[in-house]
Nanobody, 118 residues
């Protein structure tokens, strides 16, 4: 059974940094694209950043230049380095990974809270 587990969230002051991690575990599988999404209270879930199996990346305009996504395929882990954090970055951050079964299936983690506040 596939498990997707995020970690690294917390409370940080504006201008601070956090690094989120997301580990995928379970049965033998192939992992394709991975990504980070976030959902603030009262808002829809939105894309933050994605990284393909070939390490191509994509970022939301609101985080470009401040966030960096990376992956370690040996550890089946994706990271999100967040710098210059703003109060508007406050949200639950979710990790997603596309895993090949008979077809590609998206698996989601349970989310990790990031709060940016003084």
């Amino acid at each position: 059974q596939v498990q997707v587990v995020e970690s690294g969230g917390g409370l940080v002051q504006p201008g601070g940094s956090l690094r989120l991690s997301c580990a995928v575990s379970g049965s033998t599988f192939s992992i394709g694209g991975m990504g980070w999404y976030r959902q603030a209270p009262g808002k829809q879930r939105e894309l933050v950043a994605t990284i393909g199996s070939g390490d191509s990346t994509n970022y939301a305009d609101s985080v470009k230049g401040r966030f960096a996504i990376s992956r370690d395929n040996a550890k089946n882990t994706v990271y999100l380095q967040m710098r210059s954090l703003k109060p508007e970055d406050t949200a639950v951050y979710y990790c997603n990974a596309y895993i090949k079964r008979n077809t590609w299936i998206a698996y989601w983690g349970q989310g990790t809270q990031v709060t940016v506040s003084s």
